[in-house]
């Protein structure tokens, strides 16, 4: 067990790719700095061995992620993380191995405000969905103080909690700039500028872009626009990569049904513990 050190970047970035879809965020992020050094990468990258080879490691940044391991794996990096300062704000990953480490890390870490161990993961690897909505377009930079509102209310219904009081709340601000800077925030506006639909693409790897922060409108909902909307996003996030993902509360019917009708299908099951 050991912090890894660029010298493991290689075999970090295989083990990561042994679960593309899964490991969307942290490979876009690995991939991005080109470094294991948490000051670059955001976090540091704690591995475990057997003999000479990575057989599991967690990325532990704004969220701790387990990448790879089996049983044993996930409950040696718990036990290795929990004697350690708590940076992180969550835990995502597939849900076997979240669902390993919690109960080790609860034990130090302060009481979950959530967890939801049911969280469908989807992906799209068939033809591109049709009929699209036309007004969806890339966000621009002088957009930002529109999108914001739409991007704080997304979060706040999503994890329970506004992003202006959440720790780490600048950095969601930031992180939405950025997105809306490189072209990965999509939105349609109304004739008065109000944000109608968003979703971002946050993570782009060379086998997916991982879609998050779907979002209609609450007064627009149940009219079709998220299902037409969403599908102009899919259509830009395959130029991208040869797969689309998302993940999803297994509780949200609404939702899963509109993925159904874009053509995504189940590959896994994540789990999230919000702290």
């Known amino acids: 067990m050991a912090v ?19 490991n969307a965020v942290v490979s876009a992020r690995v ?3 080109r470094t294991l050094v ?4 955001g976090g540091l ?8 080879e ?3 490691a967690c990325y532990a940044g704004g969220s701790l992620v387990p990448v790879g391991g089996d049983l044993e794996t996930w409950e040696a990096l718990a036990r290795y993380v929990s004697k350690r300062p708590r940076g992180c704000t969550s835990i995502v990953g597939r849900a076997d191995a979240v669902g390993a480490m919690w109960p080790l890390l609860a034990a130090t870490w302060a009481p979950a405000r959530c967890v939801r161990m049911s969280q469908p993961l989807l992906v799209l690897d068939g033809p591109v969905p049709t009929g699209g909505n036309p007004s969806v377009r890339p966000a621009r930079p002088d957009e930002l103080e529109r999108y914001v509102p739409a991007a704080t209310a997304m979060f706040t219904e999503e994890l329970g909690v506004s992003p202006n009081v959440a720790p780490g709340s600048a950095a969601y601000r930031t992180r939405v700039s950025e997105l809306i800077c490189a072209g990965r925030a999509f939105a349609s506006f109304d004739f008065r500028g109000q944000v109608m ?3 971002e693409i946050a993570a782009v790897s060379p086998h997916t872009c991982q879609i998050q922060g779907v979002w209609v409108r609450p007064d627009l909902r149940g009219r079709g626009i998220g299902t037409a909307s969403l599908a102009t996003v899919i259509a830009h996030a395959r130029v991208l990569a040869p797969t689309v993902s998302l993940y999803v509360n297994d509780y949200n019917t609404a939702a899963r049904r509109m993925y159904a009708r874009l053509g995504m299908r189940q590959v896994a099951t994540l789990a999230t513990v919000l702290l």
């Open 31 to 33: 991939r991005a700095a």
């Open 54 to 56: 990575l057989v599991g």
């Open 4 to 22: 890894l050190t660029d010298s493991s970047l290689p075999e970090f970035t295989v083990l990561v790719d042994s679960d593309p879809v899964a």
């Open 197 to 199: 639909f968003k979703a």
């Open 38 to 41: 948490a000051a670059r990468l």
């Open 45 to 52: 990258v704690v591995g475990v061995r057997q003999g000479d």
